[in-house]
């Protein structure tokens, strides 16, 4: 059976916190131990991030460079984009 890869991009309620901060951890780091043998979750979630910002840090670009036919992307963004810094405010665009 050949590997499946699950990548995560998302922000601090997906992403990875060690011990020192426990019981802090997103749901991003628990997915795996939820996953069938063969899974493996590459989680690149990032405390503070949103979309625009992932985007423009080459999170995505890192993500693209390795994901492959089979594998999964799961995003998730939202609150952070909100954010009335420069930085991390995500404009909604009106459909035509």
Known sequence: MSRINVYLAG?????Y???TKSPRAGW???LESFMSEGVKV???AA???SSKSFFHEGRLA??????????YLLIQF???DSKSDEERHTVRKARD
Do not use: F, P
């Not at 922000?11 to 992403?15: C, H, I, L, V």
């Not at 890192?62 to 594998?71: L, M, P, S, T, V």
């Open 42 to 44: 590459h989680n690149e």
């Open 62 to 71: 890192n993500i693209a460079k390795r994901i492959q036919a089979g594998d």
């Open 17 to 19: 916190y060690d011990e």
């Open 47 to 49: 405390s503070g991030r």
């Open 78 to 80: 939202g609150h952070n």
């Open 28 to 30: 991003g780091q628990m």
């Open 11 to 15: 922000d601090s309620t997906m992403s």
